[in-house]
């Protein structure tokens, strides 16, 4: 039985949405940036998003959106949880919170330890962060790049700090992952794609497994 957290990101497609959560996933996500692969109209998303409500969480992922781009994205598809992904402020969280009345879960681009400083502004303000690596030069997006950071890194933060794991997460690396952090939740994108923007299904399926197996290991080591 999977405990941890899943979000499956980028979703475009039914069968994807189906592949996510048949899988298990906790969370599907839906990207609101105009640069990504991934992007997608938010009355679209929110036709999509009928065949995951009340089965999973469905999560709004926007960067340094304005109230007006968020109102609509808000209108249209209902989500769960806004995953606010570019460089908004405490102030800003706090304001898209007091806006929507949900949940905010807050991105950070992490390189090494010392990013991590980042967070402290927002503890009590954001319910939720999300570590993902910073964007390999030249790239315009800041997630879905396909590349980890070290997750050593993360050793330094309080146990209680309750984060999801992105950058780079495929079925190869999930269960290190898994045994190698104390995350939540994890979010893939890219790896689960068969081209940029594209999931694949059977790939959704893999991942899934390979989550599996790696909780199974470890709550087995626990026992």
Not at 33 to 43: E, L, Q, V
Not at 88 to 108: G, I, L, N, Q
Not at 139 to 149: I, M
Request: charged residues 25%; negative net charge.
């Amino acid at each position: 039985m999977m405990t941890a957290d899943i979000k499956i990101c980028g979703l475009t497609t039914a069968e994807a949405i189906d592949a996510a959560i048949d899988g298990g996933a906790s969370h599907v996500g839906f990207i609101f940036f105009a640069k990504s692969p991934r992007n997608i109209d938010p009355g679209r998303a929110g036709l999509l998003a009928q065949a995951a409500r009340g089965k999973v969480r469905i999560v709004a992922v926007t960067v340094d959106a304005a109230d007006d781009e968020l109102d609509a994205i808000v209108d249209a598809l209902r989500p769960d949880v806004l995953q606010l992904h570019g460089h908004e402020s405490p102030e800003r969280v706090t304001a898209v919170k007091a806006r929507y009345h949900m949940p905010v879960m807050k991105a950070f681009a992490i390189r090494a330890a010392a990013d991590l400083a980042a967070i402290d502004a927002y503890h009590g303000v954001a319910d939720r962060f999300l570590f993902d690596a910073k964007a390999p030069a030249g790239s315009e997006l800041p997630g879905g790049n396909g590349t980890a950071f070290d997750w050593g890194a993360l050793a330094m933060l309080d146990g209680r700090v309750d984060y999801m794991l992105s950058g780079g997460l495929d079925k190869d690396n999930i269960g290190a992952a898994i045994a190698g952090t104390k995350a939540r939740g994890f979010d893939v994108s890219s790896g689960v794609e068969s081209a940029p923007g594209i999931k694949d299904a059977r790939m959704i399926a893999a991942f899934f497994e390979a989550v599996q197996a790696a909780t199974d290991t470890t709550q087995g080591a626990e026992t």
